[in-house]
């Protein structure tokens, strides 16, 4: 007997389909679990853009959660809970009108069916009639809302008074860069190239790209592009890594013959470029044994090596030799505040309580690695946190409680001096972040 013919599915029922699975990766964020948890691999779309569509309405969402669930709220006064999947497909759907330009037939007949999908048929016809109401009042709606800080600029409180009290002067250009996706910033490998001759291979290649000013390897790509199509990057001559961060390898001043401790090194971004400036002995230490296979992958594609270690930079007597550490970088665990522009997750899945906690752990990673530092030594804490408490709060303590610690003045063009050290805003090249240099005396 001739086996049946399975009848595709319609072209409708993918586009349902990502939609449907963008709702619920919003719904498990807001449920506490991380977006790069929530999201299912793109493998699982047959289609490359269906997956690159779910991850847009996943992040989009996150990004102006409060400001459409305040939309949501004016169109219907039907109860629903803010965790449901049937909630996060009606800000999937708002999300859509209001800020990718769908055609309203499209987006609202794509938002209804995925709603099957979700196991919600019943609420089709609900659905259906606020977006189309949304549709016909946008203006005025919009008019209407709350204009506070939380809702325009879709922040939960406690993160709004923060940024408004660290940046008096700037926080409402704080909290809008938050809610621009990132660019694609690559480390050009100066063992392999310069970054001169990567921009001339780019532009033989007619990709648009350009220097980032202040950071000697970072280039910045006009349009993001899946890893595997970087040009340079499998065969590791360049890897993919924020401006402020690559600040870092700069600052700590490393030279050759050296050793060096990278304390919290997971995923390696940072090792590796510490690897590729000088000829140094290289430690990388982080607690997440998972996590060190990331290292080691990095590594292996710049054809790198260091001595990785899984351990506790705040307990070095569990796992340090007792050899003194010329230079040591700190890139402390904390809140990832400089970084929501990336991971919009960052702002629900935070709560205000956290600070002290994180505050308390840097702490006790600076008194750990202080008793690795030679004499003469110098120590960067970094952090890619834009809140006071997580950078010179941390740092003035310190030092007032550690005899031996001084800070040593970061003279650059980038960013703002602080107190103790010098921070960066997020903004079009670079994530919130913040960096302190200390110097050991002997």
């Not at 086996?3 to 990502?18: G, I, T």
Request: aromatic share 6%; with cysteine; charged share 25%.
């Amino acid at each position: 007997m001739p086996a049946l013919a399975m009848k595709p599915a319609s072209p409708s029922r993918y586009h349902a389909n990502v939609r449907a699975t963008a709702a619920r990766a919003v719904s498990r964020v807001l449920r506490g679990a991380s977006l790069d948890d929530a999201l299912p691999p793109a493998e699982r779309f047959r289609v490359p853009a269906d997956a690159a569509m779910m991850r847009l309405l996943a992040y989009g969402v996150l990004r102006d959660f409060s400001l459409l669930q305040a939309i949501a709220a004016a169109l219907s006064d039907r109860p629903m809970v803010v965790d449901d999947d049937l909630h996060s497909l009606l800000l999937v759907g708002l999300y859509q009108l209001r800020e990718l330009g769908t055609p309203p037939h499209a987006a609202i007949n794509e938002t209804v069916d995925a709603a099957e999908l979700l196991k919600r048929p019943k609420s089709q016809g609900f659905l259906n009639a606020v977006l189309r109401r949304y549709v016909r009042e946008q203006e005025a709606l919009e008019a209407g809302l709350s204009d506070a800080a939380t809702v325009r600029y879709s922040h939960p409180a406690w993160l709004v008074e923060r940024v408004r009290a660290d940046w008096p002067t700037q926080w409402e250009a704080v909290l809008a860069a938050n809610n621009v996706q990132g660019p694609l910033t690559l480390r050009v490998n100066r063992r392999r190239l310069s970054r001169d001759a990567y921009l001339q291979r780019l532009t033989e290649m007619q990709i648009d790209a350009t220097p980032v000013p202040h950071v000697a390897d970072a280039v910045t790509l006009a349009a993001p592009r899946p890893v595997e199509k970087i040009p340079g990057f499998n065969g590791g001559q360049v890897s993919v890594q924020d401006a402020s961060a690559q600040l870092a390898a700069e600052l700590l001043g490393a030279t050759a013959g050296q050793r060096v401790l990278d304390a919290c090194a997971a995923p390696g971004g940072k090792t590796a470029h510490l690897l590729e400036g000088h000829d140094v002995t290289l430690t990388a230490v982080d607690r997440d044994a998972q996590r060190l296979i990331r290292i080691d992958e990095n590594l292996r594609r710049l054809k790198l090596s260091a001595t990785i270690i899984a351990g506790d930079a705040g307990e070095p007597a569990r796992w340090w030799d007792g050899q003194a550490f010329d230079r040591i970088l700190l890139d402390a665990p904390c809140s990832g505040t400089g970084v929501i522009r990336r991971h919009p997750d960052i702002k629900w899945l935070r709560r205000d309580t956290d600070i002290d906690a994180l505050q308390a752990q840097q702490r006790r990673l600076l008194d750990g690695c202080w008793t690795m530092l030679r004499p003469g030594g110098r120590l960067l804490y970094a952090t890619c946190s834009i809140l006071r408490a997580e950078g010179d709060d941390v740092i003035e303590r310190f030092v007032a409680e550690t005899a031996d610690a001084s800070p040593i003045a970061i003279d650059a063009e980038w960013g703002e001096a602080t107190a103790h050290g010098r921070r960066l805003a997020p903004g079009n090249l670079h994530d919130g972040f913040y960096y302190a240099l200390l110097e050991k005396a002997g």
